[in-house]
Structure formats: C-alpha cells, structure tokens
C-alpha cells in the first residue's frame, strides 16, 4: 500500500492515513496519555450526516434566494428553541386572547355611549347629558320596566340617583362679592332649605301651603313673597304656585313610598357689590299612585332657581333672608293646559290623550333646557 494511502478500516466505519495509524500505534504502545482518541463510530456518522445536511440545505437556499447567506440546518427542537408549531401554537392562542379582549373593550365602549347613564349615574352630581337607560312611559312598558309600589323608580334611569335632600350637595364655601365665607356658607345653607321644603317637604307635596319654604324669602323683596302667597291663594296661568313649589292634589295622587330621586348641582358667584348669587339646577322624580291605587306613573320636574343674599348695610334687605333672583321649571308627566296650582300625573291605564304638538322631550335630559312653548310627547317617564 502507497505511504500515505489511507487505512481502510474492517468495520467500515472510516478510515485514516498510514502517519496517523503509526502514529496513534506508536502513542498507545508508549502508554502517553496525550495520544488522541479516535472519534466513535457514533460520532463520526453524525458529524457525516450534518455535514451532509448543511451541504444540502445551503444547496437549496442557493437556489432559492440571492444575496443571503446559506443557514445551517438544524434538527426541528435542537439547538433550537421551540419549533414553528409551538411558537406559532402559542401565538396564535395570544392573538385569540388579544382578540377576546379587544372585542370586550368594544362591547364595553358601545355600552356606554348608548347608556352612558351605566357611567355617570354612579357619579356624585354626575349624569347632567341625555341618559338613554330603558324607555318607562306610560304607554307600551315592557313588564320587566314596569315600576310597582314596591319599585316605583324600576325601568328609570333615576334608580340610581340620591334619594331626597341627600342628592343636594352643598358647594365649599369661600369669600366673594364682599360677602363672608360664613354669609356665603349661610347662603348656600338657606337655597338648599329652600329646595327642600318647595320639592320634597311631604306638607308641600300634598298641597299643603309651603309655609316654612316662605319663611326663608326676605319680606323686604318687592312684591315677591305676595306674589308667591297669591299664586297659592289664586292660581293662573299668569300667577302659578309650580314655578317654585312643586304639589299634587291630594285627592289625585300621592307618593309611592316615601323616596323622591335627586339630581342636580349648586354652584355661586359674586352679585352686586354686597351680594353673592346661589345657582341651582335640579331634577326631582316623583313616583305617584291613586288613593287606594297600585298603578305606578312619574313625574319629572326640573328646577332652576336663582337666589340672592344681600348685605343689608348696602341693600334694603333682611339679614339671612333669600330673594328670588329667577325661577324656571320643566315638567315631563302633567297635564300642561290645567293651572290650578297642581302637577297632575298620567297614569298607564288612562285613556289616550291627543298627542301633544310639540317636539319629543326626554325629561331625564340635563344636557338641554326646554324652552317655553307648546306641551312636547315625552319619550319615557
């Protein structure tokens, strides 16, 4: 055999040159410990196979692509990471999670710019937009809105608001228009007696005369407590006791419970010169059933009021007492042609009405006053 032709090994295996043969011949007979060890059959039919391989899959890409290196082959799962099938298994269980969620917040947005009431109905003082809950007029309830006795504010989105006096929150009070924080404070104190006793105070709900709510108007007011004593005296359409008060007859209607929802806010500026200015505006919901009755309607009645409290060194005024600077009312559920001094309700099982010539009014919109003209078709109550 030439030098250097290389050693065919019997179990086929490989083979290496006659130097290395002396060589690792030479080594093991002198017991050196640095004699090289040759690859197992093992070994070397792996290192082959990659080799292989790598040749092959650098062949490929050559082929298939320019101007990228060849990469070298891997088994799936080796030296790897996660295959594609994991990876992507995952990924995509990512994407339909991200998915879900990403339509939940979608839901969740629709919901609330359609009933923003879910929202602001749970804020203090909040909800002063139109509130798109479920429709409860008179006419055409579905049974699971219809308010009862026992749930005589079911279907309303004023289910959440305060009850009574407790939906009238006061305002910090600090020193403006010459006034004191305290007469400021007394001020604010004063109005919201004031709303209580005109909107709430059983007596006054049941047409009684609101006389505590009188007491707190300054009698040195030109005209105005006369007129207001007049207006309950000897109701008109030019002279009417609702523009402060709110009262039914108690013959026609009466409180369902004891519970009036409350919505609305308080806020003050300075007036004249020795004068502060206290501006309400608020929404009262009444339930109503007949005497003896079971059938449950509702009243809604929003109110604002201006009030004053004047420095009686600079102004011709009684010291703590109010006067009325402006009164404006809306109501949705009454009879808008009576002026009789009462509110008076529609009921369910009434007879049809002609349908009111006016616009559509939705009585639990804060975001926009109604302006005087002809009785409008509430769209709920």
Known sequence: MPPGEPVNRPDGEGSVSDEQWAELVRQAESGGTDAPKEPSARARMVTARLRALDEEAAAGRRRGRKNKP?????????RTGPTWEETHGRARK??????VLGFAVVVAILVITMRPSLLTD????????????PAAGPVGVADADRPTPEEPFRGSP????????????????EATGGMSKAEVEHALRATRQLLI????????LRGESPDEALELLDPLQKGERERLERSLAEPSEEQDPLMLFSRFDAEEAQLAGDVVKTRGRMTFEAG???SVEVHTDYTFVYPLVRPGGDEVARTIVRRRLTTALHDPERFAATRGKLSVVSSQQNVGNT???TYDGFLHPAF?????EPVPAGPDVDPYDRGEWQPEGPCGKLTRT
């Open 70 to 78: 060849a990469e070298p082959w891997r088994p799936e799962g080796w």
């Open 94 to 99: 990512r994407r339909r999670l991200a998915a």
């Open 122 to 133: 749970h804020l203090p003082g909040g909800g002063d937009s139109a509130d798109t809950g």
């Open 158 to 173: 004023a289910l959440h608001w305060a009850d009574g006096a407790a939906g009238i929150e006061l305002p910090e009070a």
């Open 197 to 204: 006793s005109a909107n709430l105070d059983p007596a006054t």
């Open 272 to 274: 004249a010169a020795g």
């Open 335 to 337: 009879d808008c042609e």
């Open 348 to 352: 369910p099982s009434d007879s049809a």
